[in-house]
């Protein structure tokens, strides 16, 4: 959507928070806010920035129903944040992110984790449709690593890998063991 080549472009267009209000009534209400409860378009502005239903009477903000929603941080440090966590190759920990927005490790870590969650659910949602292609390995080690007395022991471990074949997507997990009663139930599960 957008592509930012430097923090300074990214506070330009996100760095105050009635521009990434009015950025989140864009694209979430259409630039027009409705009732979040009841889909109701009449709503009024009420003196503490959230909304008022004419039809069902509920308060609500355009955090509702969003990975912001509890939270009294502004959406700024929420968009910053967001900044931070998609632009770093290894990602950001939470001291790091405390200290460049200003705020406690706590709330950085609340944030981080609410938004890593956000991100492993869109993924999870996409990531094994269309074709997969599913494999099993055995992991440990060879008999000539181990001791004499445990020699010609079957001490491997059984695992299967799913590979999507558009998304280039991976997941492997340890199954108890490779046969088609125990594989067929886990990978139509996903």
């Excluded at 957008?2 to 694209?27: H, R, S, V, W, Y």
Aim: aromatic residues 12%; hydrophobic residues 35%.
């Amino acid at each position: 959507m957008f592509e930012f080549k430097t923090i300074l472009e990214f506070t330009k267009k996100f760095g105050a928070e009635k521009q990434c209000e009015k950025f989140i009534i864009d694209k979430r209400f259409n630039g027009k806010v409705f009732c979040v409860y009841c889909n109701h378009n009449k709503v009024c502005k009420v003196a503490d920035g959230r909304y008022k239903c004419s039809k069902c009477n509920n308060k609500f903000s355009i955090k509702v129903g969003t990975v912001f929603e509890g939270s009294k941080l502004g959406l700024n440090k929420w968009f910053m944040a967001i900044y931070f966590l998609t632009c770093s190759a290894k990602g950001i920990s939470s001291n790091q992110l405390g200290k460049e927005l200003g705020i406690s490790q706590k709330s950085a870590w609340f944030m981080l984790h609410r938004l890593r969650e956000a991100l492993n659910g869109s993924q999870k949602k996409n990531m094994f449709g269309g074709t997969v292609e599913v494999d099993e390995c055995y992991v440990g080690c060879s008999d000539s690593n181990k001791h004499k007395d445990k020699k010609f022991t079957s001490q491997k471990t059984a695992i299967i890998d799913l590979v999507n074949r558009e998304t280039k997507q991976a997941k492997a997990f340890v199954v108890d063991n490779a046969n088609k009663e125990c594989l067929l139930p886990k990978i139509h599960g996903m």
